[in-house]
């Protein structure tokens, strides 16, 4: 079922850099794009083919992701709404950096390059606003950078299961975060992913069911990770 404009219009106005914008105007924006559904499991773009445009998630959920030279996976975001991905190409014109994944049942707005550009020179407090997006995203990048130069696949994956459980609070689902899911989370393959666990596991630091994985000693997987806390 087709939603109203105005409907589309009041969800576009919850992306940050959209809310400023009169309704009047955010109605011009929602027009130029168009509304794209996507079932769980397929492919909304692939990385390095023509760019793609630029997407604001309605609804769903969504995996940003790279493919490494062996087949491994790398998730580089996920993304849930109401936020935008795929800024990039519809600055340059230049092939999608990622591969986009409908995790769940997904509804998109989608702006190719041409009407995005377009934009741009109607209401270029847009691009400003792109910039502020592109800046935290490079932070977030460069975070990953430092644990993939820096620290090995064990330190990676006691780093993840601490901010999976938020730091052993809860128990980390298994159906949602599989083993293979986490690997290409921390750029791994599931294998190497699988060690790290039997190293926390027998040592006390995990409990592992076919259905969690519950952190025992998170100060412990704090040295593993090689996160330094603050002392106040």
């Known amino acids: ?20 914008f009169p309704e009047a105007d955010r109605l011009v924006i929602v027009n130029a794009g168009q509304i794209r559904s996507f079932p769980a499991d397929s492919i909304i773009f692939r990385e390095g083919e023509a760019c793609a445009g630029m997407f604001v998630l309605f609804s769903g959920h969504v995996h940003l992701g790279k493919l490494g030279p062996q087949g491994q996976q790398s998730l580089i975001a996920e993304i849930d709404p109401v936020i935008m991905f795929n800024e990039v190409p519809v600055l340059d014109d230049g092939p999608n950096l990622t591969t986009a994944t409908a995790i769940a049942d997904c509804t998109t707005w989608n702006i190719s390059y041409e009407n995005f550009q ?3 020179g109607r209401y270029p407090t847009v691009g400003l606003g792109l910039l502020r997006v592109l800046a935290k995203r490079t932070r977030n990048l460069m975070s990953q950078y430092e644990d993939l130069s820096f620290r090995s696949v064990v330190a990676r994956s006691a780093k993840l299961l601490l901010d999976l459980s938020n730091n052993g609070q809860h128990a980390i689902d298994r159906k949602h975060h599989s083993n293979t899911e986490m690997a290409a989370r921390i750029s791994t393959v599931p294998e190497a992913l699988s060690r790290s666990l039997q190293i ?19 100060k412990t997987l704090e040295k593993f990770a ?7």
């Open 118 to 120: 377009a934009l741009l």
């Open 200 to 218: 926390f596991r027998k040592n006390g630091d995990i409990i592992c069911t076919r259905t969690t994985i519950t952190v025992h000693q998170p």
């Open 1 to 20: 079922m087709t939603q109203p404009l105005d409907y589309l219009s009041v969800i576009l106005g919850q992306v940050e850099h959209f809310k400023r």
């Open 226 to 232: 090689q996160i330094e806390r603050a002392l106040y």
